[in-house]
């Protein structure tokens, strides 16, 4: 029973002499077994740390905080635990804990708050982008129109003038430079490179109306998808 005391004595005047700087070098720290409540026991047990309510012992096998309840009330002596002590460090712990959760919650729930607001700013801006990209295709849709009505005009007209008998002998030409020529049946040299120039005409007609159909395609694809971010962002 003296070696026990002894040994308590020990780690008792080891705690108040600041048994912290011994961490760095446990090999020059007296070790002494301690057997908890439980029967449980740390071997070459040095002491870390002390609260209030507990100690922090490290042993053998690593280290772990025992609540001096679980501790001899010979060692709880020595130690000078106080129930009353320990009592109200807990409850303080506990409010400081509470108060910890509670701040945490409270961060968390202004960052999802930030981040709700982010995205919803985020879909605003890619939504006014997209209704500008719609625009910016309703305009050109329109323009491509204008210009294939412009076209199939010319077109419409040429075929019609560009080629004409005046008499079973000649052949009146009237070409997009505003003069006019005459050429007899037989110059078909002549008639089919006039006639050529309007194929070529017809081809670029069908191209713009192609652009047109192209647009129209896009247009309708962007205004669909702008529907559904709308949609998204309600």
């Not at 077994?33 to 029967?39: M, Q």
């Not at 007209?157 to 997009?176: E, F, K, M, Y």
């Not at 002549?190 to 007609?205: F, H, I, M, S, W």
Request: aromatic share 6%; with cysteine; glycine share 4%.
């Amino acid at each position: 029973m003296k070696n026990h005391t002894v040994h308590f004595a020990v780690l008792a005047a080891l705690l108040f002499a600041g048994t912290a700087v011994f961490a760095a070098d446990t090999a020059k720290v007296e070790k002494h077994d301690v057997t908890l409540k439980s029967g449980k026991v740390l071997k070459d047990a040095y002491v870390l740390d002390r609260k209030p309510n507990g100690i922090t012992f490290g042993y053998k096998d690593g280290c772990s905080f025992v609540r001096f309840t679980d501790l001899s009330e010979k060692v709880q002596k020595y130690f000078n635990y106080d129930p009353e002590e320990a009592a109200n460090y807990e409850k303080k712990m506990e409010a400081q804990k509470k108060a910890n959760q509670k701040a945490a919650e409270k961060q968390k729930a202004k960052e999802q708050k930030q981040k709700a607001e982010q995205d919803k700013r985020n879909k605003e801006r890619r939504i006014e982008q997209q209704e500008q990209t719609v625009r910016k295709l309703e305009l050109q849709l329109e323009e491509a129109k204008k210009r294939l009505s412009t076209m199939e005009k010319t077109v419409s007209q040429d075929r019609g003038a560009l080629v004409s008998t005046l008499n079973d002998n000649q052949v009146r030409i009237d070409n997009p430079w505003g003069f006019r020529v005459k050429t007899s049946n037989n110059n078909g040299a002549v008639r089919n490179k006039l006639l050529k120039e309007v194929d070529t005409l017809g081809v670029k007609r069908d191209n713009q109306a192609q652009d047109v159909i192209d647009l129209q395609l896009k247009l309708e694809s962007a205004q669909k998808t702008l529907e559904k971010m709308k949609e998204s962002n309600d």
